[in-house]
């Protein structure tokens, strides 16, 4: 019944093929009956496969039009929201929760930036808010949204009794304005500290040796650090893994260290790495790298470890972490 259909995607995730559930093969069985989208204030549904064979009829109907012909992206349905090398739209995509060792829960969101050459600044504000259990706007989310699909790169933390509340992460840009619920709905618990199907677990990183850890998509934050403009600081990372290959039966598998790479995630300058990409073993070990800043303000600089499952994982939500580190810079 499509009345009762309740997963929300936003249009542009639709003509992107991107799907924001964890539970794929769900998805397939149900999305022949279109999607809900949240976008500029209101739900509004997408009619995918009636749309689909109305396109193609179409398409099929012009002059010239031969069966057996494959269409041309432009003639596809809802392909004017695709890629685009600039100009385009950015959405938030919400990937779904866990829950984490004392209870509480975590619910993560990544984005897909439809600009395959512009990285889009959209400031913490009006346009880029989070609608959280703690209220502002602030909630950890990027400021810097660099193109194509990046996963779950912040969490935000709900209490034990957060029941059916929501998580709303609002942005708007180049004229359009998404808005993506996070929600403890059963069907998008992922298993994002608790391991993959072949026992995986997310890497462990820290900012200081024997410090707080951190452990899945939710991270942790090191200690707030001070500079100034054009000076460079010296930044380390501890990582270890549990390594489990990604694909235990294959003969001789074994898994690759873990990927450490560094991002800026917010701030109003330029950020400067001397390195931002670098790997440990998997029993432990420590990057460092060297960071300068073009201009006073506020940052946030932003790593990600990943395991033998890569970036994404595959769409199986499991196993990468987190950090984050705020940079204050003086003049």
Same mark, same amino acid.
């Given at each position: 019944?499509?009345?009762?259909?309740?997963?929300?995607?936003?249009?542009?995730?639709?003509?992107?093929?991107?799907?924001?559930?964890?539970?794929?093969?769900?998805?397939?069985?149900?999305?022949?009956?279109?999607?809900?989208?949240?976008?500029?204030?209101?739900?509004?549904?997408?009619?995918?496969?009636?749309?689909?064979?109305?396109?193609?009829?179409?398409?099929?109907?012009?002059?010239?039009?031969?069966?057996?012909?494959?269409?041309?992206?432009?003639?596809?349905?809802?392909?004017?929201?695709?890629?685009?090398?600039?100009?385009?739209?950015?959405?938030?995509?919400?990937?779904?929760?866990?829950?984490?060792?004392?209870?509480?829960?975590?619910?993560?969101?990544?984005?897909?930036?439809?600009?395959?050459?512009?990285?889009?600044?959209?400031?913490?504000?009006?346009?880029?808010?989070?609608?959280?259990?703690?209220? !502002?706007?602030?909630?950890?989310?990027?400021?810097?949204?660099?193109?194509?699909?990046?996963?779950?790169?912040?969490?935000?933390?709900?209490?034990?009794?957060?029941?059916?509340?929501?998580?709303?992460?609002?942005?708007?840009?180049?004229?359009?304005?998404?808005?993506?619920?996070?929600?403890?709905?059963?069907?998008?618990?992922?298993?994002?500290?608790?391991?993959?199907?072949?026992?995986?677990?997310?890497?462990?990183?820290?900012?200081?040796?024997?410090?707080?850890? !951190?452990?899945?998509?939710?991270?942790?934050?090191?200690?707030?650090?001070?500079?100034?403009?054009?000076?460079?600081?010296?930044?380390?990372?501890?990582?270890?893994?549990?390594?489990?290959?990604?694909?235990?039966?294959?003969? !001789?598998?074994?898994?690759?260290?873990?990927?450490?790479?560094?991002?800026?995630?917010?701030?109003?300058?330029?950020?400067?790495?001397?390195?931002?990409?670098?790997?440990?073993?998997?029993?432990?070990?420590?990057?460092?790298?060297?960071?300068?800043?073009?201009?006073?303000?506020?940052?946030?600089?932003?790593?990600?470890?990943?395991?033998?499952?890569?970036?994404?994982?595959?769409?199986?939500?499991?196993?990468?972490?987190?950090?984050?580190?705020?940079?204050?810079?003086?003049?």
């Amino acid at each position: 019944d499509p009345s009762s259909y309740d997963i929300r995607r936003t249009a542009g995730e639709l003509s992107g093929g991107l799907v924001h559930s964890p539970r794929l093969s769900r998805l397939r069985s149900r999305n022949t009956y279109g999607d809900q989208v949240l976008m500029r204030g209101g739900v509004h549904r997408v009619w995918l496969v009636p749309m689909l064979f109305l396109g193609i009829a179409a398409a099929m109907a012009r002059p010239g039009a031969a069966q057996g012909v494959p269409l041309a992206i432009e003639d596809m349905p809802l392909a004017q929201n695709g890629a685009v090398k600039r100009g385009g739209t950015v959405t938030p995509v919400y990937e779904g929760w866990y829950r984490q060792p004392d209870g509480r829960f975590v619910l993560y969101f990544g984005y897909y930036n439809r600009n395959t050459e512009e990285v889009i600044e959209i400031p913490v504000g009006p346009a880029n808010s989070v609608d959280g259990p703690s209220g !502002g706007l602030d909630a950890g989310q990027p400021a810097i949204f660099r193109p194509g699909r990046a996963w779950g790169v912040f969490g935000v933390e709900v209490p034990t009794d957060f029941g059916d509340g929501t998580v709303v992460w609002r942005l708007t840009v180049n004229g359009s304005t998404f808005a993506i619920p996070g929600h403890l709905r059963p069907d998008w618990q992922v298993p994002a500290i608790t391991g993959d199907a072949n026992g995986n677990l997310p890497p462990r990183i820290q900012f200081e040796e024997g410090g707080d850890e !951190g452990f899945g998509p939710g991270g942790v934050w090191g200690a707030p650090r001070e500079t100034v403009v054009d000076a460079p600081v010296t930044i380390t990372v501890w990582a270890s893994d549990d390594g489990t290959p990604t694909d235990r039966f294959r003969p !001789g598998a074994n898994a690759r260290p873990v990927s450490l790479t560094w991002f800026k995630h917010r701030g109003p300058g330029e950020v400067r790495f001397d390195e931002t990409r670098g790997t440990v073993p998997n029993s432990g070990g420590q990057m460092s790298t060297r960071v300068a800043f073009s201009q006073p303000g506020t940052y946030v600089l932003y790593v990600r470890a990943n395991d033998d499952s890569g970036a994404g994982a595959g769409n199986e939500q499991c196993c990468w972490t987190n950090g984050y580190v705020e940079f204050t810079v003086r003049p």
